[in-house]
C-alpha cells in the first residue's frame, strides 16, 4: 500500500537514514559533541575573515572539528563512490543558477536560523527542541512552495 | 581538541556522509521529487536518522557520566526568535530551490558530483553574507 508514494524504493532510504543517524550519534558517545553542518561556514570564516562576528569564541573553538566534520561527510561520500556506487560519479543536471543562487539563500538562512536539515532537522528533532520543530515546519513549507513554483514556472530541472 | 576526538568527528562525519549517498540525498533530483510530492523517500531518511539519534541522546547520558573521549555531553539548547522562522523560511526557499542542503554539498562533493562545488561556494558567501548583516 505504500508503495506508490515511493516509486523507486525505500530501503536504500531507510538504510541510508540509520546510518545517517548512528553518524550522529557515534559522534556524541565519543565526543559529546551535537554534530550539524552549517555552523561550519561561519566558523570556517574564522580562518580568513578579521570580522569580529566570525572571531567570536564560539566558532574559534569548534572550527576545528567542524572542518573534521565536513571532511568526513565528503569520505564518506567517497567511500559510498568506490562501494556501493561502483565508481559511477553522482550528477545533477540541476541548472547551476538554482545551485547558485539556491546556495547562496540556504547559506544564509540557515546560519540566520542557527541551523539546516542537520542542525535543527536531525539533532534538534533528536533533542525534542520546539525551536527546531519551529524552524523543521517553516523550512520544508517553503521549500515545498518554491519547488512547485519552479516546476509551475516550467524550470526542468 | 585531542586528535582522537577530531579522528571520532572524522568518522562520525564519514558515516553521516556514507548514508547520504546511499540514500541518494547527494542527487538535488532526488530532493526536488519529494518536494514535488513525488516521491517521499527523504520521509524515511531524516526518519530513521532522527529514531536513532534520538535513541542515542536520550540513553547514552543516562548509561554514561562522559563521552568516551569527552568531558561532558553538549546540550546545547536552541533558542526561538524571529530569526529562526525568517532564517529557516530563507533556508526553505534555498534548499527548494538548488535541491541540496549543506551536508549533502560535501557527501555530494566526495562522490564525485562537482556540480555541488557551485553550491558549497555558494553557501560560504551565503554564510559570509550574514556574518556583515548581523555586524552592520
Known sequence: ???????????????????????????????????????????AWSYFSTLPFFRQKSFLESRQWRLAFALGL???????????GNGQAASTGV??????????????????????????????????????????????????????????????? | MRTAQLLAVLIGGALFGFGLAWSTMIQPEVVLDFLQFEDSGLLLVLGGAVL??????????????????GKEFHKHPNTFSKNTIVGSALFGVGWGLAGVCPGPVFA?????????????????????????????
Open chain 2, 52 to 69: 536513532v539519534t534520538l535513541c542515542a541522546y536520550l540513553l547514552i547520558p543516562k548509561l554514561m557520566n562522559k563521552p568516551l573521549l
Open chain 1, 74 to 84: 565528503a569520505l564518506g561520500g567517497f567511500a559510498f563512490l568506490l562501494t556501493l
Open chain 1, 1 to 43: 500500500m505504500f508503495e506508490q508514494f515511493f516509486p523507486n524504493g525505500m530501503l536504500h532510504y531507510l538504510a541510508g537514514g540509520l546510518l545517517i543517524g548512528a553518524g550522529v550519534s557515534f559522534i556524541f558517545l565519543m565526543t559529546g559533541l551535537v554534530s550539524g553542518t552549517s555552523t561550519f561556514f561561519s566558523s
Open chain 1, 95 to 157: 541548472q547551476w543558477w538554482r545551485l547558485l543562487a539556491g546556495g547562496a539563500l540556504a547559506g544564509f538562512g540557515a546560519r540566520m536560523a542557527g541551523g539546516c536539515t542537520s542542525g535543527h532537522g536531525i539533532c534538534g528533532l533528536s533533542s525534542l527542541q520546539l525551536p527546531s520543530l519551529a524552524a523543521v515546519i517553516t523550512f520544508l513549507t517553503t521549500a515545498i512552495i518554491t519547488a512547485h513554483a519552479v516546476q509551475l514556472a516550467g524550470v526542468l530541472p
Open chain 2, 108 to 136: 555530494g562533493i566526495g562522490a564525485g558530483n562537482w556540480m555541488l562545488l557551485i553550491s558549497g561556494a555558494a553557501m560560504f558567501l551565503g554564510a559570509y553574507a550574514h556574518g556583515r548583516y548581523v555586524s552592520r
